[in-house]
């Protein structure tokens, strides 16, 4: 999948959409890029002199990445918007700096009904950098 095709599968836009490219994608697994570059808004202020990615946008990245295996299981997904239930066992293990292109790997836990359970697990040149467990629902939008 690329850019385009992520936009017309997840709502976000700049600045928030966190996903460059889906590798791979099926009914049990998901593997995503990211490509972090110096000029990502956040990086302005976390931190000036020492530019790291902040934790909670790497798992955002999985989350948004994620949905690439959660439209498998609906019917007329771009009638669905996604959201986070539940976020566990997550773990930083290195920074994220710019230059760096993350790439997220989501293997589904379990499903039901329309909720999702995902264990994600993001990489930097094959280094483990972050993983955690991920519950997303997907809700019928109203607008639709």
Sequence with gaps: MDIYEIMEMLPHRYPFLLVDRILEADKE???ALKNVTF???????HFPGKPVMPGVLIVESMAQSAVALIVN?????????????????VKFRKPVVPG??????????????????????????????????????????EDK
Excluded: W
């Excluded at 299981?73 to 066992?89: A, N, Q």
């Design 29 to 31: 697994h998901v593997k």
């Design 39 to 45: 000029n990502e808004p956040f990086f302005q202020g």
């Design 73 to 89: 299981f609906i019917e007329s997904p771009k009638d669905y918007l996604f959201y986070f239930m539940k976020i566990d066992k």
């Design 100 to 141: 760096d292109t993350l790439i997220h790997k989501i293997n589904l836990v379990k499903k039901r009904g329309t909720i999702v359970v995902v264990k994600g697990k993001s990489y930097v040149d094959d280094k483990l950098v972050c993983e955690g467990e991920l519950t997303a629902v997907a809700i019928k939008r």
